[in-house]
């Protein structure tokens, strides 16, 4: 069985968010999210984008206090 490719932005979201203690909640009205909304979106952008749209990493890179670069950048080995 092929391997889910999970785009590598996504894996370093998921353990900011992870160490963060934040909920989801949280996070999403810090994205601009209506509170009804709010959970249901980042536990997507989590765990069912493959492919997230850069305004959206910007947001929550805001609602996480971080730089964007930490989620994009290319580590070197």
């Known amino acids: 069985m092929a391997k889910e490719y999970i785009d590598p932005a996504i894996v370093r979201a998921r353990k900011v968010f992870e160490a963060s203690g934040k909920t989801l909640d949280e996070v999403g009205l810090g994205m601009g999210f209506a509170p009804s909304v709010a959970r249901k979106?980042?536990?997507q952008l989590l765990n069912r984008i493959d492919d997230p749209k850069l305004s959206t990493l910007r947001k929550f890179c805001r609602?996480?206090?971080i730089r964007l670069e930490e989620l994009v950048?290319?580590?070197k080995k």
Do not use: L, P
Request: glycine share 12%; no cysteine; charged share 20%.
């Open 41 to 43: 979106s980042v536990w």
């Open 63 to 65: 609602a996480m206090g």
């Open 73 to 75: 950048a290319e580590k």
